[in-house]
Each structure stands twice: as C-alpha cells, then as structure tokens.
C-alpha cells in the first residue's frame, strides 16, 4: 500500500529545534524526488526543501524562507525522509507535509512542482510561539 507517515512535530520555542520524520512505503520511496511542504490555514501549500537521489550525492533544494535554517536528508536502509529545523521562527508555524513525486526524473527540475507529487502525507503539525 502506498503509504507516507510524517512524525516529529510539536510545539517549540523561537530559537528551538525540531527533527521531522517521513516514513515511506517501498513503492513511494521508489521517487526519486520527495519533499516537504507546508501549510497554513488559508495560504497555498509552500515549498520547504527537496531532495533527488540517483547518480551521485543527492541534490537538494530549499525554499528562501529555510535556507541556512533546515536541511533535508534521508536513510535509504530506513526509506525514510528527515527534515532538521533549527533556529525557529514563529512564522515556520504550520502543517508540514511528506511528498513524493515520481515523474521528475532529472536532480534540477526537483523543486516544488505541486503537479507532479503523487503521494501525500497525512501532516505534522509544527508550532513555533515567541
């Protein structure tokens, strides 16, 4: 069954650190592409960080509000997606999302295209107070 479950999330202070986890099925992990989204009531969803793994080191890409800030990573023994978070603002408040998609299949076009993930996560709600 295709599956991706996020877990990691919680309430933190500004300045804090949280460590998101996305575990993935084996046929989701099979993307090449997976990425974290998020969301907050009433906004479209955003982009967080990306990361394509074929040929070589893996390529990753993140969006201007985390560079410096976040980095994503992932275990291939564990078929697992991590997304480390640190320094915390308040406006990283949201729900983060696990995706994958399948259909980007070259490491620079692995940047944020909503139409393309096919598999969602079910969120993980981070909340970050001043």
């Known amino acids: 069954q295709v599956q991706l479950v996020e877990s990691g999330g919680g309430s933190v202070q500004a300045g804090g650190s949280l460590r998101l986890s996305c575990a993935a099925s084996?046929?989701?992990?099979?993307?090449?592409?997976m990425e974290w989204f998020r969301q907050v009531p009433g906004k479209e969803r955003e982009g967080v960080a990306a990361i394509f793994t074929g040929k070589g080191s893996p390529y990753t890409y993140y969006g201007d509000s985390v560079k410096g800030r976040f980095t994503i990573s992932q275990d291939n023994a564990k078929n697992t997606v991590y997304l480390q978070m640190n320094s915390l603002k308040p406006e990283d408040t949201a729900m983060y999302y696990c995706?994958?998609?399948?259909?980007?299949?070259?490491?620079?076009?692995?940047?944020?295209?909503?139409?393309?993930?096919?598999?969602w996560g079910q969120g993980t709600q981070v909340t970050v107070s001043s």
């Open positions: 995706a994958a998609d399948p259909k980007t299949v070259l490491p620079g076009y692995c940047r944020f295209n909503i139409g393309r993930v096919a598999f």
């Open positions: 084996e046929y989701t992990y099979s993307s090449n592409c």
